[in-house]
């Protein structure tokens, strides 16, 4: 393999961590939830299998061509003082929408 060149393993592993995601958020967001593309912007169902939030197995690769050639990219690391704002947050399921608001 070529130093910088992602293993078919790799990627396997990467794809189902973005399905397990993906699932995840089913189980909090409506069935029919109608979002734009994120490559194209064509409007679609962003929980239609196998495409997710993409209209077209094309625009799903070049969102992944993105990410793996680092267009797409968490800008800084980081650091402590990010989650200052969050340390007073009570134990609970944080990952659950608060319904409050």
Do not use: H, T
């Given at each position: 393999?070529r130093?910088?060149?992602?293993?078919?393993k790799?990627?396997?592993n990467?794809l189902r961590?973005?399905?397990n995601?993906?699932e995840?958020?089913?189980?909090?967001?409506?069935?029919?939830t109608?979002?734009?593309?994120?490559?194209?912007?064509?409007?679609?169902d962003?929980?239609?299998d196998?495409l997710?939030?993409?209209?077209?197995?094309?625009?799903?690769?070049?969102?992944?061509?993105?990410w793996?050639g680092?267009?797409?990219?968490?800008?800084?690391?980081?650091?402590p003082?990010h989650?200052a704002s969050?340390?007073?947050?009570?134990?609970?399921?944080?990952d659950?929408?608060?319904?409050?608001h």
């Open positions: 393999m130093k910088g060149v992602p293993s078919g790799w990627l396997g990467l961590l973005v399905k995601a993906a995840s958020l089913q189980s909090i967001m409506p069935k029919s109608r979002l734009a593309c994120p490559v194209c912007g064509k409007e679609n962003y929980f239609a196998p997710g939030p993409f209209c077209s197995a094309r625009c799903k690769m070049v969102d992944l061509g993105k793996l680092e267009e797409y990219r968490v800008s800084e690391p980081l650091r003082d989650f969050y340390e007073d947050l009570q134990e609970g399921n944080l659950q929408p608060d319904e409050s």
